[in-house]
């Protein structure tokens, strides 16, 4: 394991008067930018543009998504982009519907609590679609490997499935070449199952300390 940023100092580089770098990661810098670095809150947070897509279950993991995410607790609207690629990288297409997308924010807004993930197809761009987050469709792959003192050490690597992916998913908009637009919320709370779970409380005993 690894010491935790929070145990870590955060460092910045100034680069210009407009622009840092910060050695945490992106979900650091926002807050660091929120609280320190900037004199007024922003109108809106751009993350990214990402190399390699963030789709399906795979952006619970993602550093872009988790910054915007931290831009919405703070009450500002926030877009996170990806480019669903890590071969030939060519952000110029990402960047100019970063652009068109966050105009229509300024404009528009978003609702309290939301924020835009955004996967950008490599190549040809035929579409534009709003999107859920997939299903996992992806499996985890452990590679063993020896290092030449036989000690082992692992490559942690995926498989996508496409054959189950849903029509109305961020893949299936990547796969057939159009932009994916999803709204997440910041409140990951299934209010459905509240009210099958508050059924089980009655079989509960609460612990006694003493």
């Known amino acids: 394991s690894q010491s935790i940023t929070i145990h870590a100092p955060l460092r910045v580089n100034v680069i210009d008067e407009r622009h840092y770098s910060v050695s945490g990661t992106p979900a650091d810098s926002l807050i660091l930018a929120l609280h320190q670095l900037l004199k007024e809150k922003p109108d809106l947070v751009v993350s990214g543009i990402n190399p390699g ?12 998504v988790a ?4 831009a919405t607790l703070h009450g500002v609207p926030a877009i996170a982009v990806s480019f669903a690629s890590r071969k030939r990288l060519d952000f ?3 960047a100019a519907f ?8 300024l404009a528009e807004g978003l609702p309290p609590g939301v924020m835009l993930n ?13 999107t ?27 498989t996508v499935s496409f054959e189950n992916v849903e029509p109305d998913s961020d893949y299936a908009a990547i796969i057939a070449h159009e932009i994916s637009i999803t709204p997440l919320q910041a409140d990951r709370t299934d209010y459905e199952s509240m009210k099958r779970l508050s059924d089980w409380l009655p079989r509960f005993q609460t612990p006694v300390f003493e």
Not at 67 to 70: D, F, I, N, V
Not at 118 to 130: A, D, L
């Open 53 to 64: 897509a963030n789709l399906g279950e795979n952006l619970i993991y993602s550093g872009t």
């Open 67 to 70: 910054a915007a995410l931290e």
């Open 92 to 94: 110029q297409h990402a």
């Open 98 to 105: 970063a652009q068109q997308l966050a105009a229509h924010v």
């Open 118 to 130: 955004v996967n950008v197809p490599r190549g040809e761009i035929r579409g534009v679609r709003i």
């Open 132 to 158: 859920r987050q997939s299903r996992k469709i992806t499996q985890n792959i452990i590679l063993e490997k020896k290092d030449p003192r036989g000690r082992p050490y692992y490559w942690q690597d995926e």
